[in-house]
């Protein structure tokens, strides 16, 4: 049932988009080719049919979360775009021009919630499913699969000492307001100054000066957790949680492991790549695999706790296996994975220094190996995997498949816009044929 049948209006002299719209424009040709219907069947779990009001349409919240990723919208953003578009409404399935938001932008966010990262794989499910009828791509291209990991980064400031400790002694300053408790000294004002002084030393290269500032602050911080710890002894949850956090930033030191770099963000990690312009990512790794022939992205999760590489290998498989259902028969990796724990029946090839010992056509395949390198900059610039604004580790696992989905649902963009092209050059050649014709005729 498409959004707008839900409702009781009468629509008999507004005219219908169907007839109004270009047949050959891509998102007018995804519309009939998702099968909406599979969605909204591995999504009927999520809803009740007996309490409450009747939840969103499952093919508006979906297409909306399509259009934001393969756009590279935010949630505000793709609701205000979606009223002004009308084959983005045409996608979501609405029959006619809709001249006011259909939702809320916070539904999106409850929406996810609701569904979780696990049933979010259908969607990406769905475009290697909607590429295969459609002829793109053959189911056997996902029996050879390339898989790298990159970095997804948090939506956090970088996390250096003085910046935690300001941050810590304010957040603990304003808590403590909010329940009456009579500090002994808040160090607001002074703690900003000397954050000011810390950062225009460290600029100006005056790093001794720099550092003393950056112990104050963390004088200042100490102080303020014990006076809030003397003046209260059952704090709330909140309160608790918070002098957690920031107890374990005054305590942790440069060599600690499992530190914590943001108060809101508990979850995110220090990764090192061995990137020059980048030494250090703040975020989770992230497990990627694409075909191997046209580069479409047959899985994507998101992976807490740094892991290594190596040991990444037979869940992202298994990933690919199950959104394709096609058996993985070759594996294409870099020296990184070495030592993997791999053990079923696909052959594993790396890149290493025993390239002689291949075969001619395993080494051309191989070569092609970097090839994931640039579908991973595309899927961080243009799908919003490059940094994730989701809260927590389920919005960090959400946003990597909805990022893929994004980076597939291009790609059938392109590939339906391709179509069109060719239409169109058919055409102009037919009528030129016809024009030259029409021509000769005349003259003789």
């Not at 790549?273 to 250090?280: E, I, M, P």
């Not at 498949?401 to 649902?409: F, H």
């Not at 058919?426 to 000769?440: A, G, S, V």
Request: proline content about 3%.
């Amino acid at each position: 049932m498409t959004p707008e049948k839900t409702e009781n209006q009468n629509r008999l002299f507004e005219p219908l988009l169907e007839p109004i719209l270009n047949d050959k424009h891509p998102l007018y040709k995804l519309a009939s080719s998702i099968d909406w219907q599979a969605i909204e069947k591995e999504l009927s779990c999520c809803y009740s049919t007996d309490m409450g009001r009747p939840g969103n349409a499952t093919r508006l919240m979906v297409g909306l979360h399509y259009l934001k990723h393969a756009y590279d919208e935010s949630d505000e953003s793709v609701i205000a775009r979606w009223v002004e578009n009308p084959y983005w409404q045409y996608f979501c399935g609405y029959e006619h021009m809709q001249h006011k938001f259909p939702i809320h932008p916070t539904s999106m966010v409850k929406w996810r919630g609701r569904v979780g990262s696990r049933r979010m794989e259908i969607l990406l499910k769905e475009t290697l499913s909607t590429a295969v009828r459609e002829k793109y791509i053959k189911p056997s291209d996902a029996s050879k699969i390339i898989v790298d990991t990159t970095v997804q980064e948090k939506a956090v400031a970088f996390p250096t000492d003085a910046r935690l400790y300001i941050k810590s002694i304010q957040r603990l300053v304003k808590l403590a307001k909010e329940r009456d408790i009579n500090l002994r000294q808040s160090y607001i004002r002074v703690s900003k100054k000397a954050f000011f002084n810390q950062g225009r030393y460290a600029r100006a290269k005056q790093y001794k000066r720099a550092a003393k500032l950056t112990r104050k602050l963390r004088t200042y911080l100490g102080r303020i957790i014990r006076d809030i710890e003397r003046r209260i002894n059952d704090p709330d949850e909140t309160l608790a949680t918070m002098l957690e956090r920031t107890k374990m930033i005054h305590s942790q030191q440069r060599n600690d492991n499992n530190k914590l770099y943001s108060l809101d963000a508990p979850e995110v990690e220090c990764i090192g790549k061995g990137k020059a312009h980048k030494r250090y990512e703040f975020g989770c790794k992230v497990s990627l695999s694409i075909t191997h022939k046209n580069n479409w992205i047959t899985s994507s999760a998101a992976l807490h706790g740094n892991p290594f590489d190596g040991h990444t290998l037979s869940g992202t498989i298994e990933r690919s296996e199950s959104n394709t259902n096609v058996a993985v028969r070759e594996v294409y990796l870099d020296n990184g994975y070495r030592g993997h724990d791999y053990a079923g029946e696909a052959v594993i090839y790396r890149q290493d220094g025993k390239l002689k010992r291949l075969t001619r056509a395993i080494r051309n395949k191989l070569r092609r190996r970097s090839a994931i390198e640039p579908t991973i900059g595309h899927v961080k610039s243009d799908n919003r995997m490059g940094r994730n604004y989701l809260k927590g580790d389920e919005g960090d696992r959400l946003n990597t498949v909805l990022a893929a989905a994004g980076y597939n649902m291009r790609k059938l963009i392109a590939a339906f816009l391709y179509a069109l092209m060719e239409f169109i050059r058919f055409l102009q050649n037919q009528l030129y044929n016809i024009t030259k014709y029409l021509d000769t005729s005349a003259y003789k």
